[in-house]
């Protein structure tokens, strides 16, 4: 699943087919670098790709969004230019931010496993929820239980 997911792996990793997934449709029905560019750009910015991930290799994510590789080189290159990945050959690409940004979202700030680069626990608020007030859960699960056997006989959404 992709939209509005932050992407944290064990391995620091982001595979062709996740990115491809987090990528708007109007940039996989016609791939252009600079396009391809923004997009990511803007996943990084606001916290989908998370900082210090490895972006998937050029070959593999031209191929998983139906792009040649030089559309994806050519986007690679602009996000290096712009400090937004840096590259090394043969340790792949890496996603940062250029000197003086900041994240967008708190998410942005939290490493994996939810701690701060300081060590200390992180809490995304971009993404908390206050709890039910009391008593309403139970209520509502009460008021719905009768009706749940004729709902289970319907197909579900119709459009």
Known sequence: MANGRVVHTADRTIGSRQLAALLPPEVLARPGYRALAD???????????????????????????????????????????????????????????????????????????????DGDPGIDLAIAAMGAPEGSLADALARAAPKLPALTRTPGYHP
């Open 39 to 117: 997009s990511v750009r803007t996943l990084i910015l606001d916290g989908r790709i998370a900082l210090h991930v490895r972006l998937p290799a050029e070959r593999e994510l031209a191929e998983a969004v139906g792009a040649s590789r030089a559309t994806v080189t050519g986007a690679y290159d602009l996000l290096r230019g712009s400090g937004y990945v840096r590259s090394r050959r043969g340790s792949g690409t890496w996603t940062e931010l250029p000197d003086g940004h900041g994240p967008v979202g708190a998410h942005a700030l939290v490493g994996a496993g939810g701690y701060s680069a």
